[in-house]
């Protein structure tokens, strides 16, 4: 019963490490230690003169972003080694430039140099079909905001987000009220074969601690994960059917390996 209670304790802990409203500083080290020599990011971490910028540059220090090494310039362009003002800004636009990195017509090429196979997927969809010819769709920050300080990941949030456009008496595109519901379902669903993976995830290091050979079950982790990714790869593109088919089978298909690392590692529960 305690081990039950353990890793359920330890499944909870990694959910809300997978789906957090915001990151977080790191207490272990130095957060920009990685940044040293960047002077878009020593800059910008000791001025306050300015509150929008300030108000910026906090949202990336508590984002994902940060956390993987990616500076100001990799999507704001400029000069990360300049020191002087004018020269670390060149290239630099504003937002709403039709040649700005960051214009949602642009996005999916900025995005794209980290996240290439999502990118090219969005691209595919009648999303950003929309969003090039007419200016009406979402982009990567519709979603992710402009450095993925807060991501959509609830139900709830998909839910009300879809219905923005499709089910609004303000919206531009046509209505169709059943898109919002069958969106959320989608994202339960993949919300649940994360959390299959996370557990089957737990079992497969605690087998590596106590020297279970697990050889069969790792190489079907390997596939499960690779499920995992496609249903991902298939919500960019907001193929709801598509995405909702390869979740649900991921769901099944990691309660398997999930089910038979338990048997080996406690066979007595």
């Not at 995005?111 to 009648?126: D, P």
């Not at 987000?161 to 969106?183: Q, Y």
């Not at 089957?200 to 590596?208: K, N, Q």
């Not at 790869?233 to 690392?261: M, P, Y």
Request: aromatic share 4%; proline share 3%; with cysteine.
């Amino acid at each position: 019963m305690l081990k039950k209670l353990i890793l359920l304790a330890t499944i909870i802990a990694a959910g809300i490490m997978l789906f957090p409203s915001q990151s977080t500083f790191s207490s272990s080290q130095d957060a920009l230690a990685t940044f040293r020599g960047n002077s878009c990011v020593t800059c910008h971490s000791r001025s306050n003169a300015q509150l929008q910028v300030t108000s910026r540059y906090a949202e990336w220090h508590m984002s994902v972003h940060r956390e993987k090494g990616v500076g100001c310039e990799k999507c704001h362009g400029g000069d990360a080694t300049a020191q002087e003002q004018a020269k670390a800004h060149a290239g630099v636009l504003a937002v709403n430039a039709p040649n700005s990195r960051l214009h949602p017509k642009n996005l999916t090429q900025t995005c794209g140099t980290c996240h290439q196979e999502i990118a090219n997927t969005f691209t595919e969809s009648k999303h950003f079909q929309n969003l090039k010819s007419a200016g009406l769709g979402p982009s990567c920050s519709t979603c992710h905001e402009h450095m993925a300080s807060n991501v959509i990941y609830t139900p709830e949030q998909t839910s009300t987000l879809c219905a923005s456009c499709h089910d609004s008496t303000n919206a531009l595109m046509p209505k169709r009220p059943e898109i919002p519901g069958r969106a959320a379902e989608v994202m339960q669903s993949i919300r649940r074969a994360n959390m299959v993976v996370m557990w089957a995830d737990r079992l497969v290091d605690d087998a590596h601690i106590k020297k279970v050979d697990i050889t069969a079950e790792e190489k079907e982790m390997n596939a499960v994960r690779t499920m995992r990714a496609d249903a991902k790869i298939s919500w960019h593109a907001f193929n709801l059917d598509v995405a909702r088919k390869k979740a649900d089978a991921t769901f099944e298909e990691g309660t398997k390996v999930k089910d038979a690392l338990r048997k080996k590692l406690y066979p007595n529960q």
